[in-house]
């Protein structure tokens, strides 16, 4: 098996192009020294979990925020570090793959060898399962050769997403010790970047001389907060699928005759939905946020689209397109309901037959209501996160047949005169996961690549590399590195076998934010998208001329500068300081005293009303 | 619904840069003199259809090729036609949208207005529902400008495929008379041109004014024959389809678990499925015609597919991907038996519920052992072409089933030893229809229009526009016309209802050529395309930069140049000619007479014994 991986391969024409691009590196990261500033202690947003946090992470929690700075930076209290002396860096995929995850390692790779030739990178092949197993492959510029701005996880491979039972944590920490790593890069998304937490605290318990960095790697833009704007793939992601979704739109608009439901990958929350119609103006998007917030039944949202294709048909529109996220099947509260119970069966052991004789009445007559093919769907084992196999619920199969039948029953009725409603089903997600990545993913996974050497370089343990200041060129890019502990939020309410989380730190999975200015740009224009058939084609994924350059339209319209913003905050607190000294007027004082008072008691009521579930980040 | 068509939209970035895009014109295109030399009379491949051919059109049958020459060319009995009276041209998009569509309409446009400002073309609105109700929009600068190189058939819009019954084609006609149109062009595939001869024939007898244009437009790629190399859309639908199966190759390859069956749109014909395969490089494809050559059951095709998986877990490789053209299910002969049952049922007006009841045991048998969603889906309806509805039956997921049935089997009866396997399955084919054009698309269709202008300024009726010579740069394409009656062969044997067209000529369906240069390039590479894993990723279709000019490769590998060929043969001729004149040796007299009899008689036995169903092209 592991005989293929990092072996060269033939690439096309486009291939080899891409593989000659060379991504820019923001000032801050140039050169062989290492420049950090560290500014406060970092806090978990989630003000009520923050006392679980510390208590799971006392040696990784309350750790300062880095920012890496230029050579010619003006912060006297930066620390320099221009000693490197050679290191072992281990490195490994997490989960499932994201376009970009191979320029990770590249940018690793040279800025290791840029800071000490003889320090040395070794991938774990085959994941988690490889890193168990100490099955490695030393990272080189030959092997590297045809793998460089290339999608998927193919030069190492990957297996399963969890290093998370002490045998694992341990097997890890075994790994890392007989291969003398002085650190350990885990390129994941959510559940990977908790278990690199994980691994870290218990690496530094034990006096494990490895230290654990994290990067935000996963097509499903989730991890997301005050210290990640976006992650690597996402981009691509919605890229790749709006060029298929805009296919789809011109293709109803040619026949006029079908409505497409076509259902995107990208986990529980709904930003790929969301960027993939901002790129492509579809019809209607059903995000499972907006569902969740309203707690919208099936049938709600039947109706919702039922009454849409009437009102389309009025104005002799036979035709749609229907964008549905993977995870709106969580978000429907009765299909989460029904799901947590089986799921509940599942812990107990009652096999897959059984189940739907154990269901609650209430559960099981919804059961009995759905289709054969969505029962079967519901069935399946979950995931090792404990929410449903997404990617096998057909949920644009169910909409779609029951948005049939109503609509059969109003043309019967008389209520409905349009034609007679045709659908076709998509799921749009494997054929996206192997992309050759953006250039814009390209140069964030080529950077966060070299921000994590600068982290071990500056000895930090559990911290995630960032890059801010993304919806800027390469050379405004601000590098740093956040706890990861910081990140977190702890479950206090959960039902079913994922019950078995509450209380736990993990890593906030990010929400579409129905406050966020992405969301209101969808808002104002879903009527005109609706009716007027606007359908806009962002083409497909180009590498030169128009479009190469572009990003998420989610990511540039967002004010997401947190960290700049953290710092402006910093420069006014030294302003007041610098003008209140000591022999300042009488009246300079009262009213800086003034103001402050109410600053600090505004700020102070509303942290202590922000302990909701959820962080507003 | 028409309040819609033809108007000016929003455009993407890359969208916009396309619209600017403008494509070249080969030299013999050039200018506002149209020179034209005229050929032999052409006659059908299918010799021992020519004489049902020349019966049914004879009017329009047996008309000679015609090439249109540069105003330089040294061609003395070329006709020169410099004077260009006002001319009234009607266009209708026939059948399904192919990528490139809209710039047939272009160029066309272009070409007319070039030639006399006063002439108009005047589009039909939703395809030949407008034909025959004359709705109509007439084609400007402002209504091209946001359709330039984009795709997609909604500046006009396309309904049903056929322009067939007696009625139909009395409605047609008099749509042209009333509306006075000198031309009438339609674009579409194999069925829309068997119409659109048909129409010629009609209006030729009927002495209707309106001459008849056909332009080779469909993303089958299964219009091809001597005088047509490929058809407008086959490049682009070939590019969308292989970077997404390069996608799930390096998903496939990243994730180590699953066997992806991805069925792929294209009719009948395996031309799609083919040219995919020679981009991708993905593990197995099952080409139609290889089934039908072969006579390959259901099991047999389970059976070497269950082998393959079999022998790639042996070197441990739990993965892979399969193509699957639509048209498969047709080639099988057991399922092409049991359609042909059912579609003979639904002609005698059988419901779909009582079908089964009625079937013959033998086909009764079969349809029971099938899973009951293929069950459903065999059952529909057949298409206006008496074809099964192949976009709905999903064999992959068909096959899919039946290979984890038998690998289950072989891992309980302990025979296969590897992972359990696990499919994913896809159908590609809505995704890539509405795609933005590729360049060579773009380029090609666009030089159609033009060649559509100068056969109307030649006053042919019936004439298919040609461009030869594809695979060379533009500045080497080779234009001309021929007639549509020469591209058709007659069906002496079917069974079902499509019995009813036995004895009717129509443009014959090229089926990939087992004799052919791309699918002996394919022979010879499967066996490492199977178990080497030698996936390759030809990337997103590009615009600019490296892969923007690439053409099919299975066009580039086979030997087209036919029309070229014809006309060396000319010149030989000619030179034998030269050589043997009336005073030449007695020895040169012999050696010549010798040699061209025995190539006269070589050529007769050829041409004799080519009397099977398909002529071999």
New interface residues.
């Given amino acids: 098996?592991d005989s293929?991986y990092g072996v060269p391969?033939?690439?096309?024409?486009?291939?080899?192009?891409?593989a000659l691009y060379q991504p820019e590196l923001p000032p801050c990261l140039q050169g062989t020294t290492v420049r950090v500033e560290y500014g406060d202690a970092a806090i978990a947003a989630d003000a009520a979990g923050a006392h679980v946090i510390s208590h799971a992470f006392p040696h990784t929690y309350g750790q300062p925020l880095a920012h890496f700075l230029r050579k010619t930076a003006n912060v006297p209290d930066a620390k320099v570090i221009s000693e490197h002396p050679t290191v072992r860096v281990g490195v490994v995929f997490c989960g499932?793959?994201s376009p970009g995850g191979h320029n990770v390692i590249w940018g690793l790779h040279e800025a290791i060898k840029a800071h000490n030739l003889k320090s040395k990178l070794i991938g774990f092949l085959?994941g988690t399962d490889g890193l168990l197993a100490q099955k490695t492959l030393e990272i080189t510029d030959d092997v590297l050769s045809s793998y460089k701005n290339?999608?998927?996880?193919?030069m190492l491979?990957?297996?399963k997403d969890q290093i998370r039972t002490t045998e694992q944590v341990n097997g890890a920490m075994a790994s890392c010790q007989a291969l003398k790593l002085d650190a350990l890069v885990i390129i994941g998304g959510v559940t990977s970047n908790t278990d690199a937490a994980q691994l870290a605290e218990t690496f530094a318990e034990a006096k494990c001389a490895t230290k654990v960095v994290g990067v935000p790697v996963t097509l499903n833009g989730d991890l997301k907060n005050q210290f990640v704007e976006t992650t690597v793939g996402f981009d691509t992601i919605c890229k790749?699928n709006s060029?298929?979704i805009?296919?789809?739109?011109?293709?109803?608009?040619?026949?006029?005759k079908y409505y497409?439901f076509i259902r995107l990958m990208g986990r529980k929350a709904s930003h790929v939905a969301l960027e993939c119609t901002l790129?492509s103006h579809p019809n209607m998007v059903i995000l499972g946020e907006e569902v969740a917030a309203s707690k919208l039944t099936i049938f709600d949202i039947t109706k919702q689209i039922c009454d849409a294709v009437q009102a389309r048909a009025e104005k002799?529109?036979n035709h749609g397109v229907v964008l549905i996220p993977e995870g709106l099947v969580e978000s429907i509260p009765e299909l989460y309901a029904l799901l947590q119970e089986i799921h509940g069966l599942h812990g107990k052991g009652v096999s897959m037959e059984n189940i739907s004789s154990q269901l609650s009445p209430w559960a099981s007559a919804l059961f009995e209501f759905l289709p054969p093919?969505i029962r079967k769907q519901l069935l399946l084992h979950p995931e090792s996160d404990d929410s449903a196999q997404l990617s096998q619920i057909e949920t644009e199969k169910l909409l779609a047949q029951l948005v049939e039948t109503e609509m059969n029953r109003r043309l019967k009725e008389g209520t409905y005169k349009g034609k007679k409603f045709n659908a076709?089903c998509?799921f749009?997600g494997?054929?996206?996961?192997?992309?050759?990545p953006s250039k814009f993913d390209c140069d964030y996974a080529y950077v966060l690549g070299h921000v994590c050497y600068h982290i071990l370089a500056a000895g930090l343990n559990g911290y995630l590399a960032t890059v801010t200041n993304l919806k800027s060129p390469v050379n405004k890019w601000r590098c740093g590195a956040a706890p990861i502990s910081s990140m977190m939020t702890v479950k206090r309410w959960s039902r079913g076998p994922a019950a078995t989380q509450i209380g736990k730190p993990a890593v906030h999975i990010a929400s579409v934010d129905l406050k966020g200015k992405a969301f209101e740009l969808l808002r104002n224009n879903s009527s005109s998208f609706l009716m007027e058939?606007?359908?806009?084609?962002?083409?497909?994924?180009?590498?030169?001329?128009?479009?190469a350059d572009?990003k998420p339209i989610s990511l540039c319209v967002e004010d997401q500068d947190y960290m700049g913003r953290i710092k402006k905050l910093q420069e006014y607190l030294e302003k007041v300081k610098g003008i209140v000294k000591p022999g300042c007027s009488q009246d300079v004082l009262k009213a800086a005293l003034s103001a402050m008072s109410s600053v600090t008691e505004t700020l102070a009521i509303m942290t202590s009303s922000s302990t909701g579930q959820a962080p507003s980040l």
């Fill in positions: 098996m293929d391969r033939e690439l096309s024409e486009v291939q080899k192009k891409r499932r793959q085959g290339q999608g998927g996880y193919d491979g990957r297996t790749v060029q298929l805009s296919n789809v739109c011109t293709d109803a608009l040619s026949a006029e497409y790129q002799d529109k093919f076709i998509h749009f494997y054929q996206a996961r192997g992309a050759l058939d606007i359908y806009r084609n962002p083409g497909p994924l180009q590498f030169e001329g128009p479009g572009s």
